[in-house]
Antibody, heavy 116, light 107 residues
Framework: EVQLLESGGGLVQPGGSLRLSCVAS????????MSWVRQAPGKGLEWVSV????????YNADSVKGRFTISRDNSKNTLFLQMNSLRAEDTAIYYC?????????WGQGTLVTVSS | DIQMTQSPSSLSASVGDRVTITCRTS??????LNWLQQKSGKAPKLLIY???NLQSGVPSRFSGGGSQTDFTLTISSLQPEDFATYYC?????????FGQGTKLEIK
């Protein structure tokens, strides 16, 4: 059974940093691109980042470029999202999902709240 | 960036109705178009990928169509569990934008 389990969310002050993790199981992690998608409270879905299966290539939304970094450790079946210079508008549930061109499995999400 | 225009933003329908949601993209996307369903408080669920391919385990009453810049999601006979919010998403070119969502409510 495919499982994706996010962690690392919480309350952080504006300008602060957080590192989200997503541990994968039930499939060959190193064979799949992985994505992060977020959803602000009461709003729609917003694509954030994607990393290729090898980790060699990444793509990011304009809203997070220069602040967020997606990466992965295939030896630990783990996806990361390093978030720096956080803003109030980054407050959202962050989902990790399997796949680049379509996301067929999703985690349950982790809530990030940016507030003073 | 590719812009997504999804309509309607909300829709009221009855069990057994046939409903169609549309998604228009600002440029041709070679069928890199997905449809997702999200129920309140839950993670999104993939329904249709590459415009018309039904994801494994998704009921056949869901179907996707269209090409170039105009795409549709059709539910042939609404069931009570189908009342949710639906999103289209393009994955032709990053950033992989989502539509604004269509909230499907019970009439």
């Amino acid at each position: 059974e495919v499982q994706l389990l996010e962690s690392g969310g919480g309350l952080v002050q504006p300008g602060g940093s957080l590192r989200l993790s997503c541990v994968a199981s039930g499939f060959t992690f190193s064979s799949y691109a992985m994505s992060w998608v977020r959803q602000a409270p009461g709003k729609g879905l917003e694509w954030v980042s994607v990393v290729t299966s090898s980790g060699d290539n990444t793509y990011n939304a304009d809203s997070v470029k220069g602040r967020f970094t997606i990466s992965r450790d295939n030896s630990k079946n783990t996806l990361f999202l390093q978030m720096n210079s956080l803003r109030a508008e980054d407050t959202a549930i962050y989902y990790c999902a399997r796949g680049r061109y379509f996301q067929d499995y999703w985690g349950q999400g982790t809530l990030v709240t940016v507030s003073s | 960036d590719i812009q997504m225009t999804q309509s309607p933003s909300s829709l009221s329908a009855s069990v057994g109705d046939r409903v169609t949601i549309t998604c228009r993209t600002s440029q041709t996307i070679n069928n890199y178009l997905n449809w997702l369903q999200q129920k309140s408080g839950k993670a999104p669920k993939l329904l249709i990928y590459s415009a018309s391919n039904l994801q494994s385990g998704v009921p056949s009453r869901f179907s996707g169509g269209g090409s170039q810049t105009d795409f549709t999601l059709t539910i042939s006979s609404l069931q009570p569990e189908d009342f949710a919010t639906y999103y289209c998403q393009q994955t032709y070119s990053p950033p992989y934008t989502f539509g604004q969502g269509t909230k499907l409510e019970i009439k």
